[in-house]
């Protein structure tokens, strides 16, 4: 079965930095000739503190959104 992957939105939350799932994971998947090559990335950073962190995670103070194209944040 193949799967059409140009409508498809992949969400990364992490607390990897922006520059480094651009610049390794998203190139990466960006240079395969391979269907998933057309997917659309959109990121969203967790902020979080030492000693904090369940806190953090449950009530965030604010939700940032980084995306490829204007329409992945919609």
Known sequence: ???DCR???LVITST???GDTRSKLINLVRSSNKEISKI???Y???F???GSVIRDLKNPDFL?????E???AD
Do not use: D, W
């Not at 940032?64 to 490829?68: A, K, N, R, S």
């Open 64 to 68: 940032l959104v980084g995306e490829e």
């Open 7 to 9: 409508e498809k939105l």
């Open 1 to 3: 079965m193949q799967c």
């Open 40 to 42: 659309k990335f959109c």
């Open 16 to 18: 990897v930095l922006p």
């Open 44 to 46: 969203s950073p967790e």
């Open 70 to 72: 204007p329409s992945c």
């Open 48 to 50: 979080i503190a030492l």
